[in-house]
């Protein structure tokens, strides 16, 4: 399988992986996944939650019980 090291991510096989957006000062990053067929955009504050938005304006997050929404 084909591996890339790009400057904001890396290139894996059909994947995408880019740092869109981070701030050092509040602890949060925004990582793009992105294939020929969707992509998506993981949001990870400080505290390790997660929230992923797709491509079709979905927006899937992590409730307080570990379950997902």
Do not use: C, N
Request: aromatic share 10%; glycine share 12%.
């Amino acid at each position: 399988m084909k591996f890339e090291d790009r400057r904001f991510g890396f290139l894996y096989g059909p994947a995408e992986i880019t740092r869109i957006a981070s701030d050092d000062e509040k602890g949060w990053i925004v990582l793009g996944l992105k294939t020929a067929k969707t992509a998506v955009q993981i949001y990870v504050t400080k505290t390790g939650k997660v929230r992923v938005h797709t491509q079709g304006g979905h927006e899937w997050k992590e409730m307080s019980d570990g379950k997902a929404e």
